[in-house]
């Protein structure tokens, strides 16, 4: 009998014949219940006549998307309107990323402010917000907040530039030429530029203060000089009223409003407790020496606090990087065209190919998670290296 | 003389904590105006101005927020569509359910494993007739199911579902045998890659093409499985955390015992793997709690869902702020509670692993009084 001997041996050593046994058991049963799955789902395909396959991605989409990033109509086939939701997606996680990592900067530093009273409302802004389900919050912003806003002939208006009416929010516009790439290419080169040197002198120790700002001007210097000589920028479409709408200039509709805002008010109560705890995880007598040394508040935060706080912030800010993509997928809730909405939304309904169409948009979901999973883990070797190398 | 010592002290702890820098000062007259902003306005709409009293919209009389809304549909609000006559059984079960988890709440009750056990086992048949039907009692199909009611039904489920899973699939992934180990890895990283919204898309859409024909199971069902797979892998990583704390010597103090596998987790290392994840636990429960609104996507009226509906009604357009601070209000008071008590187990544990170390006899006692056991 094997059970004795297997005992005697223990954990660290099952032994061989049980270790192969359980494991080609475990493996037969996933693979007859996959079969099982996958021989039923053909017969209900059958039985519902639809074909199996990805065919159906170069057929005409016949519906339209109302924001469009590439060029798209009616006649579009589902594969572009499948791209079409992707980069909807890809823009409402970004702008959502940057407005929650500002905010969450702003609160988490603010909770451990000296001023008691600053304190209390970041502490209530944190509590609020992080024990609200997210779906609410973008409801709210949504059909509470930007569906009450007034008629555009009413709208609350900021210096005459920016408007916000129960359309969406107008912002000026840049009319640029053709020549654009051309300054797109030139601040790519730049800011290159700008990180080669920048490493070039860290390496060689120290980085004094102007050249920060030389660094800015590598960067961004050679993109301003294209943009003033060959003046793609020919000037600003402001939104202004005629009739009864906006023309001109540039509209983020509501849905894409009450999404960010959503997104970034629930996510950036959950970096602000990142970042406190990264704060506080940074040993007092770091601040005490950097206060010693005569640094003021700021610069105590900016040269000695963060740097060292953001080795312990980057991993779990990494998580909420990835909740808050996974999170713009609510959309559908609302009716922003994002990938679920578009594509696991009216693509699955109109063409009843369930099985591709979920596989299609978790494979994305997924893979936008590796890639942001990587980046960052990249991004932590590299601080931590340097927290190390000190 | 009292009066002027507090109102000196007072004034020492606003110069120091409010006004000890110009910055210091600005930033706390900027936190001023945005209080007078936004507090007395948002009283007065819910409070001073708003209408309590009467029975339809006529009664709103448009100057604050409109109670009267809430109030005509609270029945709605807390049990769905369930027939009135039979709201007392969803109130009889939660109140049993109330009375058997008090205990367990409690730090030092004796006999918790029993009643954890008891509850574990003999709640769910005595919650499935109460809030199902049969044997006497009237069937109310799922579909009329909503809510408070509902939310705290798929929180429940799902969180008590996706606890042997999680279990197994964190053992799975810390398993010596490979193919056990990659499939539960796949399972896991796979499942935490994508939203909950495309696994309840599944779950709608696809689990029935994945059954044989005529086969058919409940809407709410559907939903069920799918949340309970999705946090077992959240649940799984959280554990595996515990399991990973557990310190090597544990292990071959259990292989020089001569136990098993099975004999070594039971025993040996998931009482204390699970004793440190609890507050991890009560996390995913909070999270569980505010992702429960993601069902009225594929059309169940959770607290939201029923909130949204009933504010899309023509009868009452105009009134979702009031709903929507209703509904708010129970959830927040719900995750808020529930991260309080999390802290709470955080810093106990915290003291009695402290404690636990000075003696051996203290540990034994620790453990006896582990507030969840897993037989």
Redesign the interface.
Known sequence: MARPAARRVGLARIDRFRAVAVQGLVLAGVIALAAWFVGNTLDNLAQRGIASGFGFLGSTAGFSIIVHLIDYSELSSYGRAFVVGLLNTLLVSAAGIVLASLLGLLVGVARLSDNWLVARLATVYVETFRNLPLLLQIFFWYFAVLSAMPQPRQSHSLFGLIFLNNRGLYVPKPLVTADLWLVAAALAGGIILAACAWRWRRRRGGTARWEGAAALALAFGPAAAVAALAGPVTGWAVPALRGFSFEGGMVLIPEFVGLVLGLSFYTGAYIAENVRSGILAVDKGQREAAQALGLSRGRTLRHVILPQAMRVIVPPLTSHYLGLTKNSSLAAAIGYPDLVSVFAGTVLNQTGQAVEVIAITMAVYLAISLAIAGAMNLYNRRVVRIGESR | MERRIGLVAAMAWARE??F?TPA?AA??VG??A??YWCVPPALDWMIFSADFAGESRADCTGEGACWVFVKARLGQFLYGFYPEGERWRVDLAFALLVAACLPLAWPRFPAKGKIAALLLLAYPPVAILLFHGGAGLAVVETARWGGLFLTLVIAGVGIVASFPIGVALALGRRS?????KA?CVAFIE?V???????VL??AS??L??????GVSFDKLLRALVGIALFYAAYMAEVVRGGLQAVPRTQ?EA??SL????WQ?MRLVVLPQALRHVIPGIVGIF?ALF?????V??IGLFDL?GIV?AA?SDPQWIGY??EG?VF??LG??IF??AL?RFSQFLEGRLAHTGRRARRTTKERQMATLDAPLQVD
């Open positions: 904590k409010l000890s210091n930033l706390t936190s001023l945005l209080l010596p045998l490979p193919v056990v499939l796979l935490r890659g994508v939203p909950l919204i495309t898309f599944m859409v696809m029935p093409l994945f059954l044989p024909e292990y259990a292989e001569g136990y098993g596998y070594t909070i505010k992702d429960t609104t993601l009225l996507i939201l949204q504010v979702n702020v929507y509904a708010g959830f927040w995750c808020f991260s």
